[in-house]
């Protein structure tokens, strides 16, 4: 009997050593697992990169390149975001903003000749090699980060005449929900797009965060086009491309070059 | 041994005297509808009544709270709110012919219900009280009137007062209330707060087959009134100062009927 309890005893204790062994930081996108250290943030100052992207015209704005940018992991608990900053000139009309994270929602679909989208019977969904990337824009005096070293927002403190200290959110860049309600985001691979009006020779900031990236390679990749004008109604993953890798040749049915291809111009 | 445990529940309970000076407080009073404005209270809409930082009876011609900048698309600044309530909320009435249009605390019985807002069936009659009986017990599973939530006496918000106008309580819970700021509030009378793309899932969706939703009112509705504000609607003319150390006996009346 003595030993029966003796062993239910060390089982317990074994039990509770084994919860020491754990380490939630496995859990985070920014832990590298070979060094044992979390990766730092990527802040990119768009502004200053080489062929850094540049404002379209809403007419020919389907001819115009998207960038293709790349943000590695945020350390969402701490607040610690990658992302990037695009900083812009207002015109005094309406400025579009469309972003498009790698890769594609749902690898085991694909749109049709007609445009309608159906299953791809060759391939399964990998989610793997998909990240979300989410954006703000606002006047660039309003934004509270630096470009190029820590991301910030467009949310100011005031005191007001009660003496009451008060937030205001000043981003411009409003999506709707499926509520039809303003804040909401697009998820994972998904992509989004807002536009505001601006007022001539104003500078205006535009602020991407990494909000998660690809497991596969902790790399996000994603397309950003800016142009004057308004917005389309919709926009899907076929509007801006080359937010995905290139995969190894013979890893995707039919030699197709990337799941991006696949998902728009079919098999 | 036992003096010990004896100071440990001491301690316990006095933790739970603790004042923790939260700037949030319950903010109660009357609202009031002369009857000369409305004569049925079962015609008084969604009242809305928010606490606010000032009052700017200027910028749209009619009383209404003072706003921020005005931010992106929205036509209008935010007000800001501090806090605020309703008096009563957007109830499904068993049916989707009346959703979002029926509130808690107007009616009665069925019948009143039924009277104030008539229901054509498929069979091109009204609707009688032994339908939406029926009707009711199918969608919620009640089988008492009594648990018909939106209906009863006990439960009609506005009364006849002592001058014969319309009076409700409210209450606004967890409310900054900083001296100086201002009660204001409206009458949605046509129920253009609600949303019918918010709310409850239809609870009966794996009976029939339907996607929808029982309404609810927009969450924007203090911040941005004057989306929601149309003509037939009431504001309050004047707006009420919230005083220092005082947290009730507020009195707010909403007697503009916009036009």
């Known amino acids: ?267 | 041994m036992s003096s010990r445990v004896a100071v440990a529940l001491a301690a316990t309970l006095l933790a739970g005297c603790w004042q923790e000076e939260l700037p949030e407080q319950n903010l109660s009073g009357t609202i009031v509808v002369p009857a000369d404005v409305v004569e049925d209270s079962r015609d008084i809409g969604m009242a809305y009544i928010g606490v606010f930082e000032a009052w700017d009876p200027e910028q749209l011609g009619y009383s209404y709270p003072a706003t921020g900048p005005r931010v992106g698309d929205n036509p209008l600044g935010d007000t800001q709110p501090y806090g605020g309530t309703t008096v009563g909320e957007y109830a499904y009435p068993c049916m989707r012919a009346l959703r979002c249009s029926i509130l808690t605390g107007r009616y009665t019985t069925i019948d009143d219900l039924l009277d104030a807002n008539p229901v054509t069936t498929d069979d091109g009659e009204l609707m009688t009280t032994e339908q939406f009986y029926d009707q009711c017990q199918w969608y919620y599973g009640w089988n008492l009137v009594e648990e018909f939530s939106f209906l009863g006496e006990d439960g009609i918000d506005f009364t006849k007062n002592d001058d014969g106008d319309w009076e409700a309580e409210f209450l606004a819970w967890h409310t900054q209330i900083p001296a100086g700021s201002v009660l204001w509030g409206f009458v949605d009378n046509d129920f253009t707060s609600c949303s019918i793309d918010q709310g409850s899932i239809n609870r009966r969706r794996s009976d029939d087959g339907q996607f929808f939703r029982e309404g609810s009112n927009f969450p924007d509705v203090l911040n941005f009134p004057d989306k929601y504000i149309t003509d037939g609607d009431l504001v309050s003319s004047q707006v009420t100062t919230i005083e220092a150390d005082k947290a009730d006996g507020y009195e707010l009346r909403l007697d503009q009927m916009l036009d």
Do not use: W
């Open chain 1, 1 to 267: 009997m003595k030993t029966t309890i003796a062993t239910f005893y060390a089982l317990l204790a074994c039990a509770g050593l084994a919860g020491c062994d754990l380490d939630g930081r496995a859990l985070l996108q920014s832990y590298d697992p070979e060094t044992g250290e979390t990766r730092p943030v990527t802040v990119v100052d768009l502004d200053r990169v080489e062929d850094a992207p540049t404002v379209c015209t809403e007419d020919d704005f389907a001819n115009c390149e998207p960038y293709i940018g790349e943000l590695g992991p945020s350390d969402i608990g701490t607040g610690t975001l990658s992302g990037s900053t695009l900083t812009i000139q207002g015109t005094g009309n309406r400025m579009c903003v469309m972003i498009d994270p790698q890769s594609v929602y749902q690898d085991n679909r694909m749109l049709d000749p007609s445009g309608s989208q159906t299953t791809n019977p060759f391939m399964d969904d990998f989610p793997y090699d998909d990240g979300d990337l989410d954006m703000l824009a606002g006047l660039a005096s309003y934004y509270t980060g630096t470009p190029g070293e820590l991301m910030g927002d467009f949310v100011n403190n005031f005191v007001d005449e009660n003496g009451v200290g008060r937030r205001v959110d000043l981003n411009l860049c409003l999506q709707e929900d499926n509520h039809g309600q303003v804040g909401g985001t697009a998820g994972r691979a998904t992509p989004e797009m807002c536009s505001f009006d601006t007022l001539p020779d104003t500078p205006y900031r535009i602020a991407l965060y990494a909000f998660s990236v690809p497991v596969d390679d902790n790399s996000l990749k994603y397309a950003l086009l800016v142009y004057e004008g308004n917005c389309p109604s919709t926009i899907d993953e076929c509007t801006l491309r080359g937010d995905r890798d290139r995969p190894e040749a013979g890893t995707l049915p039919f030699d197709v070059d990337n799941v991006e291809a696949m998902y728009c111009e079919g098999l």
